[in-house]
């Protein structure tokens, strides 16, 4: 059973902290790393893909893989009240391009 | 920017009923999706579809489901004979040949089985 974990959190950070949240996988035939954002009864939105070994900027956002320990995780730098939200981690692998997602981290950031 | 269209927005339906769910897909998007979340729980995918046929589907999708694609347009998930456990947010999403993991993701459909 391919599984991805996270912490359910809260994870609650002060205005322009630095928010960290984390994942970890089962597969180890997963390819492709996903961090989206999930507001409370909407859909997800994608922030951030990986695919190799070590970091990806993107803005305020920096995704990290490590295979090895088949550990993801995402840097919010400079939160904003408006980064509020659940984070979800998603797993691909395969030619269906299935995604398996964990539960999701829910950040507050607080003003 | 383009997106991906779900339709109703929120469908209350009685045990044992028949529903529908509508999608429309990005117009040049070639993989259609079906995930589903139960309220306070993961997002968990129900099906694929590529070339006109579903090309993986996962445990949770047994008979009771059936997706299509009617036209160039549209693509549906049937749900026959619902249950109370089929209570959930249904989420469509499409990606195309050249970012197959790049979803969009619609606004999904809250389904409410009573």
């Known amino acids: 059973q391919k599984e991805v974990e996270q912490n359910s959190g809260p994870l609650s950070v002060p205005e322009g902290a630095i928010a960290s949240l984390n994942c970890t996988y089962s597969d180890r035939g997963s390819q492709s790393f996903f961090w989206y954002r999930q507001y409370s009864g909407k859909s997800p939105e994608l922030i951030m893909s990986i695919y190799s070994n070590g970091d990806k900027e993107d803005g305020r956002f920096t995704a990290q893989l490590n295979k090895a320990s088949q550990y993801v995780s995402l840097l919010i730098r400079d939160s904003q009240p408006s980064d509020s939200a659940t984070y979800l981690c998603a797993a691909g692998g395969g030619s269906n391009y299935k995604l398996t997602f964990g539960k999701g981290t829910l950040l507050t950031v607080n003003p | 920017e383009p997106e991906v269209t779900q339709t109703p927005s929120h469908q209350v339906t009685q045990m044992g009923q028949e529903v529908i769910l509508r999608c429309v897909p990005i117009?040049?998007?070639?993989?259609f999706y079906w995930y589903r979340q139960i309220l306070g729980q993961k997002v968990e995918f129900l099906v694929s579809?590529?070339?006109?046929?579903?090309?993986?589907k996962s445990e949770i999708f047994d008979d009771q489901f059936s997706v299509e694609r009617p036209d160039g347009s549209n693509f549906t998930l049937k749900i026959r004979s619902t249950k109370l456990e089929d209570s959930a947010m249904y989420f469509c999403?499409?990606?195309?040949?050249?970012?197959?993991?790049?979803?969009?993701f619609g606004s999904g459909t809250r389904l409410t089985v009573v």
């Open positions: 117009s040049n998007h070639l993989y």
């Open positions: 999403a499409s990606s195309d040949q050249g970012s197959p993991y790049g979803y969009t």
């Open positions: 579809f590529y070339n006109n046929e579903i090309s993986e």
